[in-house]
């Protein structure tokens, strides 16, 4: 009912800069939290950034100061500005999206992305 649709990774030098987009579709009435994980070979899915309908933001300590979160509300879109990037930054980058699907129902649906490469290497 909802597709997430991760796109901007690739393979950048160390204290280069990436941009990621996530864009969501399908049955969607309105979204509330939208977020980014990352997950290393061998490691645990980990938080890297979330922000609220209303634009309040939380970070990684790993990332502050050098991501930055934002949204575009009328295109369901979730967008991480990665700055100054690092080898330690190298993962697999996941959005993911709560969705109310229908105005009659207050139920939200925790939504998933497949992920896109993020290589920071020389």
């Known amino acids: 009912q909802v597709q997430l649709v991760e796109s901007g990774g690739g393979l950048v030098q160390p204290g280069g800069s990436l941009r990621l987009s996530c864009a969501a579709s399908?049955?969607?009435?309105?979204?509330?939290?939208m977020g980014w994980y990352c997950q290393a070979p061998g490691k645990q899915r980990d938080l890297v950034a979330v922000?609220?309908?209303?634009?309040?933001?939380n970070y990684a300590d790993s990332v502050k100061g050098r991501f930055t979160i934002s949204r575009d509300n009328a295109k369901n879109t979730v967008y991480l500005q990665m700055n100054s990037l690092k080898s330690e930054d190298t993962a697999v980058y996941y959005c993911n999206a709560v969705v109310r699907l229908r105005p009659t129902s207050s139920n939200e649906f925790l939504y998933w992305g497949q992920g896109t490469q993020v290589t920071v290497s020389s």
């Open positions: 922000i609220t309908s209303g634009g309040s933001t």
């Open positions: 399908g049955t969607i009435f309105s979204i509330n939290r």
